[in-house]
């Protein structure tokens, strides 16, 4: 969706051209993927962070046209709802120091945007999903004026039948029933998504070792408990975002429609081809916008395709683990980690990063032998069950004896998993001074049982002694911005004393 188009309204043979121009572009890739030395090149990493802007009282401040206005950093840019920003960090090699360099890039750019956004009474807040969202926050009047978000959503309603979106979320301590007839509720969620660049030789285990990494991380990482006053998941943006922009309407659109928002449906048994051609298989086309570059001409004469078409399709199919392919430095391949939430601080959203980054290189030297103990669906299991409990989970994870998977804790598994990603950070060039000082983030979080939505979680809870749960979602957003100023870590946040 990082791709810009000027029109958000489209004819039947748009649709036509642009399924054409898919299927070439698979055929362009195919033929890239067998080019010898294609992708070859240094591991290198990037993120894009979004974050929200508030107001002096803590509710979601509709500027970030104004605030973008003025500055002019090209790596900031619009998100979907207008209280919404994103930047995107210059790609860095990984090797030496790459979560303080990234988490000094950060840093500089969030000093820039904030230093904008004081101009029009607003603060920035790195938080997964904004505790004081009320429902007219969002809406139609709430979306970014932007050509690709009006059409995502004239897309999205044209596959639905113009039927509002339904939202069903059941928590531990609450459930969220609605409707709504845009897809602005995407835009609650705000994310860190991380880009690790891989051979194409590699992508194979790397993208499982990914998919088996992402719960445990995810559990240790969760940061949005809350959405329109009513707890729910602990990382609830994962069930939000899938419902926010499912096309399928179970009385309207055939039963064998996927999902757009999904883990996956199974181990990868090649490569990254397979990926692609399965989203073309699967999903029907939701923007049509058709680029004039001929793919197989370009591959045939030696060059390296845009693939214009696959990566407009390949952005409107939201896998937490996404493939993706890139004509920087000849071309090149990347897998983008999107599971993650922004916040609570940016030291800790860079103990994430290494986290991830970590054990997905740690565990793809046994990828091949892993998948075959732990069924896609246990995989699958384990990720839904991070997002709904965090640390209180518990996994499915491969046994060294049979049979295969033993049940973990959360904390038992992230515990035991802490030394596979500094091994693979190290292994990968990372300073072992640098991994340790990241991780070492990730383990005190394990020893005081604290996260982001823990710590959400256990303030609104004190602070419901003395307040409605309103006001008292109030006074917890602006105890967390102080917290987040300090830049200290949430795991030594403290609770608190009303």
Excluded at 243 to 248: I, K, L, N, S
Excluded at 413 to 442: M, N, R, W
Aim: with cysteine.
């Amino acid at each position: 969706m990082g791709l810009d188009i000027d029109r958000d309204q489209f004819e039947e043979s748009d649709y036509l051209e642009f399924s054409r121009k898919l299927h070439r572009g698979l055929e362009a890739l195919q033929e890239l993927l067998e080019r010898p030395g294609f992708g070859e090149g240094r591991r290198s990493v990037g993120v894009e962070v979004e974050f929200s802007l508030v107001d002096r009282q803590g509710f979601p401040h509709p500027v970030n046209h104004e605030v973008l206005d003025n500055l002019s950093d090209p790596r900031v840019t619009l998100e979907l709802v207008r209280f919404n920003i994103e930047f995107n960090t210059n790609p860095i090699p990984f090797a030496g120091k790459p979560f303080s360099s990234m988490g000094n890039q950060c840093s500089e750019v969030l000093k820039t945007v904030s230093q904008s956004s004081t101009q029009f009474d607003s603060r920035i807040a790195l938080v997964g999903i904004l505790p004081t969202l009320g429902e007219h926050h969002l809406g139609p009047g709430s979306m970014s004026d932007a050509p690709r978000y009006r059409a995502l959503s004239n897309g999205l309603r044209r596959l639905r039948g113009d039927a509002p979106f339904h939202i069903s979320i059941q928590g531990d301590k609450g459930q969220l029933e609605m409707l709504s007839e845009d897809v602005t509720l995407e835009g609650a969620n705000t994310a860190l998504q991380i880009h690790l660049r891989v051979s194409p030789d590699e992508f194979k285990q790397q993208y499982n070792a990914a998919q088996m990494a992402v719960a445990p991380v995810l559990a240790a990482s969760v940061n949005s408990p809350f959405f329109l006053a009513h707890q729910l998941w602990q990382e609830t943006r994962i069930p939000l975002f899938a419902q926010a922009v499912d096309p399928r309407v179970e009385e309207l659109t055939d039963w064998r429609l996927p999902a757009r928002v999904c883990f996956g449906n199974g181990w990868v048994r090649k490569g990254i081809y397979e990926l692609f051609e399965e989203i073309v298989a699967l999903h029907p086309p939701l923007l049509p916008v058709v680029g004039e570059e001929d793919p197989l001409e370009v591959v045939r004469g030696g060059g390296v395709p845009s693939l214009f078409e696959l990566n407009m399709h390949n952005g409107t199919v939201w896998r937490w683990n996404r493939p993706v392919y890139d004509t920087a430095s000849g071309g090149h391949l990347r897998i983008e980690m999107r599971a993650l939430p922004a916040g609570p601080t940016e030291i800790d959203m860079m103990a994430n990063m290494a986290f991830m980054i970590g054990l997905t290189l740690g565990l793809a030297p046994m990828a091949d032998k892993m998948i075959v103990a732990l069924p896609f669906q246990y995989a699958t299991r384990n990720f839904y069950h991070a997002a709904r409990r965090g640390l209180d989970a518990d996994f499915l994870w491969p046994a060294d004896d049979a049979p295969s998977p033993r049940l973990w804790s959360a904390v038992e598994l992230v515990e035991s998993l802490l030394p596979v990603a500094k091994a693979g950070l190290v292994d990968g060039g990372v300073d072992e001074g640098e991994a340790d000082t990241y991780l070492a983030i990730i383990e005190e979080r394990l020893s005081h049982r604290m996260t982001g939505a823990r710590w959400q979680i256990d303030t609104l809870r004190k602070l419901e002694e003395r307040f409605h749960r309103d006001e008292a979602l109030f006074l917890l957003l602006e105890h967390y911005l102080r917290l987040q100023e300090t830049g200290e870590p949430v795991a030594r946040w403290p609770i608190p004393a009303f």
